[in-house]
């Protein structure tokens, strides 16, 4: 198979938002989301857990006195928050917001060593230590992301500030690493991301050694002598000696190229299987695109649950065992379906594929959302699938999930991926590629591409509470419009200029190829049903109990709209289910009731031969995405099945 890319990202300014699901939670996120951030950088948010980031970089400029404070990766919370404000300013200019960033921008470039190393963590608490520890402290990681934030301001300002500084890291790394022959130091991250960040580089400075050090990291990976082994035996010989179980956990236990299973970390490795998408499609790499495709497999049939979360298990925050998919005990951590979002628009890039599509869209209206409150002020690290207040946060199993979402964390690594991950939905919702204009998922707002010399696309859509959109062509020329036809859609019809479009899907999409003029429309229309969704019964979990979706929607059940105690809730496979409209938490959304029935018990001894009866009662149920926004209490995705 030829993997070039068939597509391309758009612009950052070539997409325009106006969506009435979508435009809220960007407004949010621009108006109070990166405001509230900003102010927990610099310690101004009386919150659980300071910060330091910008207080760091003040005493690594030495315009302050001072020890560090936080993790090693410290700079990141800083690199992510640039990045989605710069997102935040390429398609709203903000005059206050951009000062802003100048002047962390400022602090960033003068805290930088002359050489472009930065790491405020190694300069002012661990000096000399640098690259002793690359299993655990994440130098690589953190510089991806500065390198991130600076393609992403260049592209949004024009300036160069960030941009130099990022140069400069590049040029550092890849002056530093490499073939062992060519007398550089051998190596290669503990938490992946600097591969990502050199591709994206590479696309606007072409420095050809920033695409062969992003190739050179992965390649490395799991080749003998394993890396981390030797590192441990070299800087840390007292500790336990480092075996399969370990380098599984870091992806290194063989080469990338011939990994089969989803492993270790979850958001390391999606980092990872995202930068070998793209580092496939940059290269031709048929046998790279073909581990993607593996893995891709792996993880959607085997390790996702159906809100999208990633990593099951608290222990390495990590993949595990096929259909091992606990709701009560999951880890599903938020960054990990950002990730996931990002392998999915490679595998995009490469091969226009509906199943991945649905995988994007899945992460995106229910894992992604449900991390932040709806006021934009807490958020989650960890997404369960069931809650129970007196247990959840408390047992010693359970003491990551938590009833309500936290002000902030010590490694608050997932508030600001949430910022850059809806402030850059376009990139998500188009591709452009040879003569070809491709729609991923339904985004209401207006698209500009290159082809048939100059051509935008307006989108009007009601979705996700109703199947019917409308896009509106703007430009004279032959190319093809390839539109993603969700995998829930069961009587859906497209027409140009109101007449049946009779071909029909490939691959999960429709292929529209004409001679379009302006004006033209081509529509998607489709009902919304209500699916009962099972579990594959391998997932023990979910035997015998049924969760419902509406479009993309997942929804739960909530101990303020069905009492206490929802695991003795039932639904029966005839109930009928009846669409609300929200309340004022979940305006806009549609809500679903149906009659099921209660387990009640006759004594409240813990063990008893009696029977418990069964009561009718109206239940209903919200989206994943609202949940833990009301009265705190019980939630629950997978719901008993009569």
């Given at each position: 198979?030829?993997?070039?890319?068939?597509?391309q990202?758009?612009?950052?300014?070539?997409?325009t938002?106006?969506?009435?699901?979508?435009?809220?939670?960007?407004?949010?996120v621009d108006?109070?989301?990166l405001?509230?951030q900003?102010?927990?950088?610099?310690?101004?948010?009386?919150?659980?857990?300071?910060?330091?980031?910008?207080?760091?970089?003040k005493i690594?400029a030495?315009?302050?006195?001072?020890?560090?404070?936080?993790?090693?990766?410290?700079?990141?919370?800083?690199?992510?928050?640039?990045?989605?404000?710069s997102?935040?300013i390429a398609?709203k200019?903000?005059s206050?917001?951009?000062?802003?960033m100048?002047e962390?921008i400022?602090l960033?470039?003068?805290?930088?060593r002359?050489?472009g190393y930065l790491?405020?963590?190694?300069?002012?608490k661990?000096p000399?230590?640098?690259?002793?520890?690359?299993?655990?402290w994440?130098?690589?990681y953190?510089m991806?992301?500065?390198i991130?934030?600076?393609?992403?301001?260049?592209?949004?300002?024009?300036?160069?500030?960030?941009?130099n500084?990022?140069?400069?890291?590049?040029?550092?790394?890849?002056?530093?690493?490499?073939?062992?022959?060519?007398?550089?130091?051998?190596?290669?991250?503990?938490?992946?991301?600097?591969?990502?960040?050199?591709?994206?580089?590479?696309?606007?400075?072409?420095?050809?050694k920033?695409?062969?050090?992003?190739?050179?990291f992965?390649?490395?990976?799991?080749?003998?002598?394993?890396?981390?082994?030797?590192?441990?035996?070299?800087?840390?010989?007292?500790?336990?000696?480092?075996?399969?179980i370990?380098?599984?956990y870091?992806?290194?236990?063989?080469?990338?190229?011939n990994?089969k299973?989803?492993t270790?970390?979850?958001?390391?490795?999606l980092?990872?299987?995202?930068?070998?998408?793209?580092?496939?499609a940059?290269t031709?790499?048929?046998?790279l695109y073909?581990?993607?495709?593996?893995?891709?497999?792996d993880?959607i049939?085997?390790?996702?649950?159906?809100?999208?979360?990633l990593?099951?298990t608290?222990?390495?925050?990590?993949?595990?065992?096929s259909y091992?998919?606990?709701?009560?005990?999951?880890?599903?951590?938020t960054?990990?379906?950002?990730?996931?979002?990002?392998f999915?628009?490679?595998?995009?890039?490469?091969?226009?594929?509906?199943?991945?599509a649905?995988v994007?869209?899945?992460?995106?209206?229910?894992?992604?959302?449900?991390?932040?409150?709806?006021?934009?002020?807490?958020?989650?690290?960890?997404?369960?699938?069931?809650?129970v207040?007196?247990?959840?946060?408390?047992?010693l199993?359970?003491?990551?999930?938590?009833?309500?979402?936290p002000?902030?964390?010590?490694?608050?690594?997932?508030p600001?991926?949430?910022?850059?991950?809806?402030?850059?939905?376009?990139?998500?919702?188009?591709?452009?590629?040879?003569?070809?204009v491709?729609?991923h998922?339904?985004?209401?707002g207006?698209?500009e591409?290159?082809?048939?010399?100059g051509?935008?696309?307006?989108?009007?859509?009601?979705?996700?509470w109703?199947?019917n959109?409308r896009?509106?062509?703007n430009?004279?020329g032959?190319?093809?419009?390839?539109i993603?036809?969700p995998?829930?859609c069961?009587?859906g019809?497209v027409?140009?200029?109101?007449?049946?479009?009779?071909?029909?899907?490939?691959?999960?999409?429709?292929?529209?190829?004409?001679?379009?003029q302006?004006?033209?429309l081509?529509?998607?229309?489709?009902?919304l049903?209500?699916?009962?969704?099972?579990?594959?019964?391998?997932?023990?979990?979910?035997?015998?109990?049924?969760?419902?979706?509406?479009?993309?929607?997942?929804?739960?059940?909530?101990?303020v709209?069905?009492?206490s105690?929802l695991a003795?809730?039932?639904i029966?496979?005839d109930?009928?289910?009846?669409?609300?409209p929200?309340d004022?938490i979940?305006?806009?959304?549609?809500l679903?009731?149906?009659?099921?029935?209660?387990?009640?018990a006759?004594?409240n001894a813990?063990?008893?031969?009696?029977?418990?009866?069964?009561q009718?009662q109206t239940l209903?149920?919200?989206?994943?995405?609202v949940?833990?926004?009301?009265t705190?209490?019980?939630m629950?995705?997978?719901?008993?099945?009569?």
């Amino acid at each position: 198979m030829d993997v070039f890319k068939k597509q391309q990202n758009l612009p950052l300014k070539a997409v325009t938002v106006s969506d009435s699901f979508w435009t809220p939670f960007q407004k949010l996120v621009d108006n109070v989301v990166l405001p509230f951030q900003a102010d927990i950088l610099e310690d101004k948010v009386d919150v659980a857990e300071k910060s330091h980031a910008v207080r760091n970089f003040k005493i690594a400029a030495k315009e302050a006195e001072g020890e560090f404070h936080g993790f090693p990766w410290q700079d990141t919370d800083i690199a992510k928050w640039l990045e989605a404000a710069s997102y935040s300013i390429a398609k709203k200019p903000d005059s206050a917001l951009e000062a802003r960033m100048d002047e962390m921008i400022r602090l960033i470039a003068k805290a930088q060593r002359p050489d472009g190393y930065l790491n405020t963590f190694f300069d002012l608490k661990e000096p000399g230590k640098e690259w002793t520890n690359m299993r655990d402290w994440h130098e690589l990681y953190t510089m991806g992301h500065m390198i991130e934030a600076g393609v992403a301001h260049k592209q949004a300002t024009g300036k160069d500030t960030l941009l130099n500084v990022v140069c400069k890291i590049a040029d550092y790394v890849c002056n530093l690493f490499g073939p062992e022959e060519a007398g550089k130091k051998r190596g290669y991250p503990g938490h992946q991301e600097i591969e990502l960040a050199l591709l994206r580089l590479y696309r606007i400075v072409p420095e050809e050694k920033y695409l062969q050090t992003a190739k050179y990291f992965l390649d490395e990976r799991g080749q003998e002598p394993n890396f981390f082994v030797e590192e441990t035996r070299k800087y840390r010989p007292h500790e336990k000696h480092y075996n399969i179980i370990n380098t599984m956990y870091s992806q290194s236990h063989e080469p990338v190229r011939n990994q089969k299973e989803a492993t270790g970390h979850s958001v390391r490795a999606l980092y990872m299987y995202a930068s070998m998408a793209d580092l496939a499609a940059e290269t031709n790499d048929t046998e790279l695109y073909n581990a993607c495709k593996t893995l891709m497999d792996d993880m959607i049939n085997t390790k996702m649950y159906i809100t999208g979360g990633l990593g099951s298990t608290v222990i390495g925050e990590a993949f595990s065992p096929s259909y091992d998919l606990p709701n009560d005990v999951v880890y599903a951590e938020t960054c990990a379906s950002i990730a996931m979002c990002f392998f999915a628009r490679r595998m995009l890039e490469i091969k226009p594929d509906g199943v991945i599509a649905d995988v994007m869209e899945r992460q995106l209206f229910n894992v992604i959302l449900a991390s932040m409150q709806l006021d934009g002020k807490r958020f989650f690290y960890v997404n369960p699938l069931e809650v129970v207040p007196s247990i959840a946060g408390i047992a010693l199993t359970h003491k990551h999930v938590l009833p309500t979402r936290p002000n902030w964390f010590a490694c608050a690594c997932c508030p600001p991926n949430i910022s850059r991950m809806l402030l850059s939905l376009g990139r998500y919702a188009w591709g452009e590629g040879e003569n070809t204009v491709y729609s991923h998922f339904f985004l209401g707002g207006k698209a500009e591409f290159n082809l048939a010399g100059g051509v935008s696309i307006e989108c009007e859509t009601g979705y996700p509470w109703n199947g019917n959109t409308r896009y509106t062509v703007n430009g004279t020329g032959e190319f093809t419009f390839a539109i993603h036809i969700p995998s829930w859609c069961r009587n859906g019809k497209v027409t140009i200029n109101g007449k049946i479009f009779k071909e029909w899907v490939q691959d999960g999409y429709v292929y529209i190829t004409r001679n379009w003029q302006p004006g033209d429309l081509a529509e998607f229309t489709s009902d919304l049903p209500v699916l009962r969704m099972y579990s594959n019964l391998a997932v023990s979990e979910n035997v015998g109990k049924v969760t419902l979706q509406r479009g993309p929607i997942v929804y739960c059940f909530e101990e303020v709209d069905n009492g206490s105690k929802l695991a003795a809730l039932s639904i029966p496979k005839d109930a009928k289910i009846t669409e609300l409209p929200g309340d004022d938490i979940s305006k806009g959304a549609i809500l679903l009731q149906m009659e099921g029935t209660r387990r009640q018990a006759k004594t409240n001894a813990l063990y008893s031969e009696d029977i418990p009866t069964e009561q009718p009662q109206t239940l209903t149920a919200v989206p994943y995405y609202v949940w833990g926004n009301r009265t705190p209490g019980e939630m629950r995705v997978w719901m008993h099945s009569k």
